[in-house]
């Protein structure tokens, strides 16, 4: 007997799945309170590192459906979500998303639907790297300099390393010039290379 399970899922603890819940209540999706997996994490983790959809992925069964509002909540792309829809796929489990006109994402033209969706996401992707990488050779061309600027400019390295020299803790001398010890560790480790 086929069950229904909704997945809901919000960003931060702020934040509440009423909505959610209310919008399939609205399509007319009758779920009962035990099969509704509820969870507050960041979109950023992919769906099969979340416990409670870990949780929800152990309980689903063949002939199950999965409601979901919007695709993001099952994954943090579209390639996470199109993985994330196959592999319920085979394990029987038909997927409704309510932002698509609650259109079975395992049928047919859920498939295409997902397809084409995957389709756009990597063309977006691609443009996004291409953006990027002429971004950064229109830099390097107009000398611009890259990556985080130096916590200590090179021409007070030399007194950090007299300092060193002279007995100072690593930790005071941080303090002092108000960086993290792991630069003036860093500064002490490069000099010991080059004299090595």
Known sequence: MSRTFLYARVSTADQTTANQLAEVLAAGFAVEPKRIVQE?????????????????????????????????????????VRVMVERLAEMGVRVHCLALGGMDLTSAAGKMTMGVLTAVAEFERDLLIERTHAGLA???????????????????????????????????????LGVSRPTISRIRDAAQQVTA
């Open 40 to 80: 507050s994490i960041s979109g950023s983790v992919p769906a099969s590192e979340r416990l409670g959809f870990a949780r929800l992925l152990d309980r689903l069964e063949a002939d199950d459906v999965l409601i979901v509002t919007k695709l993001d909540r099952l994954g943090r792309n579209a390639m996470d």
């Open 138 to 176: 229109r830099a390097r061309a107009e000398g611009k300099k890259m990556g985080r600027p130096k916590a200590i400019a090179d021409g007070r390295r030399g007194a950090v390393l007299d300092r060193l020299a002279a007995g100072d803790s690593v930790a005071s001398i941080a303090r002092d």
